[in-house]
């Protein structure tokens, strides 16, 4: 089984170290011949984990510790999810690794698990309630189910969480390089397909040509919700743009093609500053001052000097989770909550920097309320020069939308 060693050893950082998913995979695939299969068992588990966990509860009488539980859901994530490997193969080399991993002690009750999960027909009895049973069967974690159904009801939860993986990817043009038209152009001699999105990027598979545009900074991946907030600024030439917490820049470089706006993009960690620069560096523009800020503490010199501002906050990424299945490994309602106090704090304080009768977009890629519309309408509540023009909660829909917020505020003149 090729790639199983080394998918395991992937999965015990990201388990074990908190190592993000993709960045561990980037670092330990790269040309490997073995690539798809590691990247498959590693997403597959994460994608799987509350399901695996689940197994593991009924299949165990004592919950076993980080390592062996590791093994457990990659040797139970082949069984039931990777047809090509055969069941004898699974279980010896999730035994194999005990060995591997210093823990020769734990064979016996490893092939047990497996072998009791493979004479059980591979599935274990499901949970009797339809929050339990709706977590094992979409794999999201019952506290957030539990908050979704508290929030949107059962069936529509049922059916956000129940899309099917999007594989392709959103792209936008680089308008100061090329026209939309060249691009299309250039994909149809490549013989790419693509499908115009609702805020004027493409879906595209991820073909090497694709990758090649990218680094060139003929194009960007950037998901069509990104898009959407950006243009919710409804930008004009001349203005003054603040994008409070800016980094890595997709927005504000975005914002200075639609416009030719003066943007001050600021984020709290020096290091992520680097990231805009680099960014709009890729894709020749110029205007954006990166500057090192944190948007809860009150800055004089910004006091009411900018028309417009963007307010796209630290969240808890929930929605997209799809995309990125290791956050819900991190995520908790203790985090939601006190995320949604920095989010508030940063909303407030921002708000300071809006001109009369300029407009602040909100705007966030997670899907509870507790940190998208209690904010801003806790923010209306307590500031009543302000009002929500509009707002809009996008949910996965399996067709390349993220679970995205927008919010657009306008303090009245
Ligand atoms: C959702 S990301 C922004 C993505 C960015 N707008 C884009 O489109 O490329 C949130 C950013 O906020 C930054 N951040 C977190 N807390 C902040 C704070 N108090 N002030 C400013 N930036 C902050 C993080 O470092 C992170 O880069």
Same mark, same amino acid.
């Given at each position: ?160 969480? +129940? ?11 680089? +308008? ?68 409070? !917490? ?19 993009? !600021? ?62 490994? #991190? ?37 509870? #309320? ?16 302000? %009002?929500?023009?509009? %707002? ?22």
């Amino acid at each position: 089984m090729n790639g199983f060693a080394i998918a395991c050893d992937i999965l015990s950082k990201i388990y074990k170290e908190d190592a993000f998913g993709s960045i561990e995979l980037n670092k330990r695939i790269g040309g490997a011949s073995n690539q798809a299969v590691v990247t498959r068992l590693v997403y597959g588990v994460l994608q799987k984990d509350t399901e695996l966990d689940y197994y593991i509860s009924k299949l165990t009488s004592k919950r076993p510790g980080r390592s062996e539980a590791v093994l457990l859901k990659a040797g139970l994530y082949c069984l039931k999810y990777m047809d090509s490997f055969p069941d004898y193969a699974v279980v010896d080399e999730t035994v194999e690794m005990c060995e591997k991993i210093g823990k020769r002690q734990l064979k016996g009750f490893v092939n047990g698990v497996l072998k009791s999960f493979i004479a059980n027909g591979k599935t274990v009895e499901l949970p009797k309630d339809r929050i339990g049973l709706l977590s094992v069967e979409t794999s999201v974690p019952s506290w957030l189910v539990k908050a979704y159904v508290k929030q949107y009801g059962y069936d529509k939860t049922k059916e956000f969480l +129940s899309v099917g993986e999007f594989t392709k990817e959103h792209i936008r043009n680089n +308008s100061r390089v090329w026209t939309l038209n060249q691009l299309k152009s250039s994909l149809d001699e490549h013989n790419i397909q693509y499908i115009e999105s609702e805020a004027g990027g493409l879906f595209v598979d991820n073909t090497g040509y694709i990758k090649e545009l990218n680094a060139q900074g003929k194009v960007t991946y950037q998901s069509m919700t990104s898009m959407l907030a950006v243009q919710a600024l409804e930008l004009k030439d001349g203005e003054k743009m603040l994008d409070a !917490c800016a980094a890595p820049g997709g927005k504000s470089v975005y914002a200075r093609e639609l416009a030719d706006v003066d943007i001050t993009a !600021c984020d709290i960690h020096e290091h992520r500053l680097d990231l805009i620069r680099a960014y709009a560096a890729r894709m020749k523009t110029d205007g954006i001052k990166a500057v090192l800020c944190d948007a809860a503490e009150y800055n004089e010199g910004f006091d009411s000097g900018f028309d417009k501002i963007l307010c796209d906050v630290p969240c808890s990424g929930l929605g997209v989770a799809n995309k990125k299945p290791d956050i819900y490994l #991190r995520a908790s309602m203790q985090k939601v909550e006190e995320l949604s106090k920095i989010q508030y704090a940063i909303l407030s304080n921002v708000s300071r920097y809006l001109k009369s009768g300029g407009r602040l977009v909100y705007s966030t890629c997670t899907t509870l #309320r507790e940190e998208n519309y209690n904010i801003v309408g806790r923010f209306v509540k307590e500031n009543p020069a302000w %009002h929500i023009v509009r %707002h809009k909660i996008y949910l996965p829909d399996g067709k390349g939308c993220d679970g995205f917020f927008i919010a657009v505020l306008e303090k009245n003149g």
